[in-house]
């Protein structure tokens, strides 16, 4: 079935004969200035733009002989890297930044230079008394003692419910892990 074939009477193609091969799907030229259309053709179910054959005989999608540009991008010029420009360009931008690295390297070490000597046996007992009130204690006892290592997070709320449930979480997750990784 042929929706479109204006040609057949010019003998230009379509129909049983002309150039197309007898396939009935050839170019339809719709004047005789010899301008292509943008029509589609169906022919056995195949659909095919009559602009193609141009595109394939001439690699001119339009039908006329004017040259087309290229698809293809122009090629571009490496840069030179032998260019006196581009490396004292480069050469200014390093040594800028290595300056600025180690005007701020002196001025670190001048500032460590003038600090005061800290007393570190004073700085221990602070940091050792803060980390033994940072521990977790047992307040329903008499002087309020950690609890023990060994406490059962899982069971026993040391610091309220959240402990609990993130430890409850943490097991979950693990076991489903532990299920896809056996199961793949």
């Known amino acids: 079935m042929q929706t479109e074939n204006k040609s057949s009477a ?30 589609l053709l169906l022919n056995g179910g195949v659909i ?35 260019n006196s420009q581009v490396a004292t360009k480069t050469f200014r ?26 007393d570190f046996d004073g700085l ?3 940091g050792l008394r803060h980390r033994s009130r940072c521990y977790a204690r047992d307040q329903s006892q008499a002087r309020a003692p950690p609890y023990p290592y060994l406490t059962n997070v899982h069971s026993e ?8 449930l993130y ?3 943490l097991i979950f997750i693990g076991s489903v892990g532990f299920l896809f990784w056996v199961t793949t």
Request: glycine letters at 16%; hydrophobic letters at 35%; proline letters at 7%.
């Open 10 to 39: 010019n003998g230009n193609g379509g129909g049983n004969g002309g150039n197309s091969g007898g396939n009935g799907a050839g170019p339809a030229k719709t004047s005789s200035a010899g301008e292509s259309s943008n029509k």
């Open 48 to 82: 095919a733009a009559e602009g193609a054959l141009d595109l394939a005989q001439t690699g001119n999608m339009m039908g006329d002989d004017k040259p087309q540009q290229s698809l293809v991008p122009p090629k571009v010029k490496p840069i030179d890297m032998s």
């Open 93 to 118: 931008i390093y040594a800028v930044v290595g300056t600025i690295m180690v005007v701020a390297f002196l001025v670190w070490l001048r500032i460590l230079w003038k600090s005061p000597n800290p």
């Open 124 to 126: 221990l007992k602070i």
């Open 157 to 164: 709320m040391i610091c309220g419910v959240g402990v609990c």
């Open 167 to 169: 430890y409850n979480s």
